[in-house]
């Protein structure tokens, strides 16, 4: 299989995530056997091979510890200690007999006006209605009662509960990261088994949510007696993370004293910016400062976009337009630039909103520029594919980064200052400390003081008197390649050669197997094939070493699995190149359904299944079928 073998694990669906693709895209362009694992929705696995021979596993995800904690919650603020319940039967019966008393009272009323009632007779009716009314009324008075004790109490629970969970969120004392975000268990769940399977050399935790799972691998190869070293990279300063929807400063100190727990075990840290590294080495009294890598585009990119920002806002080219591009949170300030518009007149803002215009934050914002006047003059965008963005922004005149202040924000280095840099756009960002220094440094822009809109407008306008200087500094050489992608996974590939030393770049011989039946076509294959061939039972992960073919027959696993489909992922991963071969006549519509679900190269030995079921390939017996599998081995 080669080696080293590097695992990356992240907590989401990886495709948008342009900085776990262009790491393992990095580290297997460089010669590292790079599977990534990420979860999906889609309630299957799915396995892709992408750019650089990296095996990208996505897995089904389930969340059952946070599913269990958000189910006891509501259990907990539905609980009421009266526990009385609505009985609409009873009162509906109470109802009903106080009718009856009202038509007998009527009846006796009638009878002693015709005289079919004596006097005596009536009053002792009289008598007897009174006590069964009055019984029914107390009934009725029981029941109103309860009915206002359960709503009473239910109004004063709920007011309790609100005010518990706008109380409880804001303390970030008394944490217990376990009960708190047990979602951090879940991933363990989901990556835990196959982790083990994939018997990585270095396992690659992507942000905080897995370097808990990344470190107890670790441990467990340890007792199988493997050496598994770990890199957890930081994609941002957790303790100090920005706070909006579900992420409180509760939910932010239980993922910190996560981190906090696991970060000593681990044998390297990356992070994407100098300030956030010098603050885990000193936060964590870590052995060495983390690894920078930063987040910025690649300087050899030859991208095109269908469109630009300044066609897709309708704009003539003399129309100053200014652009910001990003997730659409509270957080980041984009706010600030719709107000400043009323300092600005006669310039538009472009806001290409992440994940898409659509969603209530930017319903939000259209609202806030509506009640400005300045609705006309603000454009939402949905975004571009990632390697579209720069040439997309290149039209416009200046980038916004207004982000709130923040602990992470004040350390942050946002890949949009690089994506506006290297479109050829000045930039105008927030006083965050990080971000005035590199600033300051390039020359690339002008800072404001963070959520003031005046401030923001007079530092657009000190662009705009000398825009051509800022632009020239953005066009830099030695800037752009300190920058770049390039530079940046070239500290990535320092820290692995340093960690588990070069890749391995020979070409392994090629070395087919065949079974798990050892049918007698497989056994001539094998004698003609020669020595690259064998056939033999079901096989360990450990028998996939220095195997890179291998032709399963009659759908049959060969891992130990019940069905073949389940191998698909520890195939992939172990770079086997995999065939299915199906022998004699069988039913088509059969070969057919689990063709499509195995989704690889499938030989039948039937020239009429060939020809009838797309996607197979006819394998004939004998020097010709020998011949085809030649060709599988050289592919």
């Known amino acids: 299989m080669g080696g080293p073998h590097v695992v990356m694990l992240v907590a989401n669906d990886i495709t948008n995530d342009t900085r776990v693709l262009k790491e393992a895209v990095a580290l297997g362009k460089a010669g590292y056997r790079v599977t990534l694992l990420g979860v999906t929705t889609a309630g299957r696995t799915l396995v892709d091979t992408i750019e650089g021979g990296v095996v990208m596993i996505r897995l089904p995800g389930r969340f059952v510890l946070r599913d269990e904690r958000n189910r006891r919650r509501f259990e907990r603020r539905s609980r009421r200690l ?117 018997r990585p050399d270095v396992l690659h935790a992507h942000d905080m949510h897995v370097i808990g799972v990344a470190s107890r691998a670790a441990g467990r190869a340890a007792l199988r007696r493997r050496t598994v070293k770990v890199v957890y990279d930081a994609h941002e300063f957790v303790a100090g993370l920005s706070e909006y929807g579900g992420r409180t400063p509760r939910t932010i100190a239980a993922w910190a004293q996560h981190e906090r727990e696991y970060i000593k075990t681990v044998d390297r840290v990356v992070t994407v910016s100098p300030e956030i590294a010098r603050t885990l080495h000193t936060r964590y009294k870590l052995d060495r400062e983390p690894t920078v890598v930063i987040n910025s585009p690649q300087l050899s990119i030859d991208a095109t976009s269908g469109t630009d920002i300044r066609t897709a806002s309708g704009l003539a080219d003399d129309v100053p337009l200014l652009v910001y591009s990003g997730g659409i949170t509270r957080a980041r300030g984009v706010e600030t630039a719709v107000a400043a518009l009323q300092s600005l007149p006669g310039v538009h803002l472009a806001v290409v909103c ?29 975004p571009v594919p990632t390697s579209e963005v720069v040439p997309f922004l290149s039209t416009a005149d200046i980038g916004l980064i207004p982000i709130l202040r923040y602990p992470s924000h004040e350390m942050a280095l946002p890949n949009k200052v690089f994506e506006y840099t290297f479109a050829g756009l000045p930039v105008v960002t927030s006083d965050m400390p990080t971000l005035v220094e590199f600033v300051g440094k390039t020359g690339i822009g002008e800072v404001f003081e963070v959520e003031n809109p005046d401030s923001l407008a007079a530092a657009v306008q000190r662009i705009q008197r000398d825009p051509a200087a800022y632009r020239e500094r953005t066009t830099d050489p030695g800037l752009r390649r300190e920058m ?108 057919r359904r689990k063709a499509r679900a195995y989704g690889g190269t499938v030989f039948v030995t039937d020239r009429a299944i060939a020809d009838a079921v797309s996607g197979t390939r006819w394998l004939p017996a004998g020097p010709a079928g020998t011949e085809v599998l030649r060709a599988f081995l050289a592919d």
């Open 82 to 198: 009266l526990g009385v319940q609505a009985d609409p039967a009873r009162s509906a019966r109470i109802a009903a007999r106080v009718a009856d008393l009202r038509a007998e009272s009527g009846r006796a009323l009638a009878g002693r006006r015709d005289g079919t009632v004596g006097r005596v007779g009536f009053q002792a009716g009289r008598v007897a209605r009174a006590v069964r009314r009055r019984r029914w009324q107390l009934a009725q008075t029981a029941l109103s009662s309860g009915a206002w004790l359960t709503d009473y109490e239910s109004r004063k629970a709920s007011d309790l509960w609100q005010w518990w969970d706008g109380w409880l969120p804001a303390r970030r004392g008394m944490v217990n990261w376990r009960s708190i975000i047990p979602e951090a268990d879940d991933y363990e769940a989901i990556f835990a088994d196959i982790l083990d399977d994939l």
């Open 354 to 382: 992440v994940p898409h215009a659509g969603t209530r934050p930017v319903a939000e914002l259209r609202d806030q520029a509506a009640e400005l006047g300045v609705a006309d003059r603000v454009h939402f965008l949905d």
């Open 484 to 591: 770049s992608w390039e530079a940046q996974a070239g500290h990535l590939r320092d820290l692995y050669a340093e960690l588990v030393g070069p890749p391995d770049l020979a070409e392994r011989p090629a070395k087919l197997v065949i079974g798990p039946m050892g049918a007698t076509a497989a056994e001539q294959w094998a004698r003609e094939l020669g020595p690259v061939a064998k056939i033999r039972e079901k096989l360990t992960l450990n028998d996939l070493d220095g195997v890179t073919h291998l032709l399963m027959e009659d759908w049959q696993s060969v891992l130990e699995s019940e069905q073949l489909v389940t191998d698909l992922p520890m195939l992939a991963a172990s770079r086997v190149k995999h065939a299915v071969v199906v022998y004699g006549r069988v039913d088509r519509d059969q070969v």
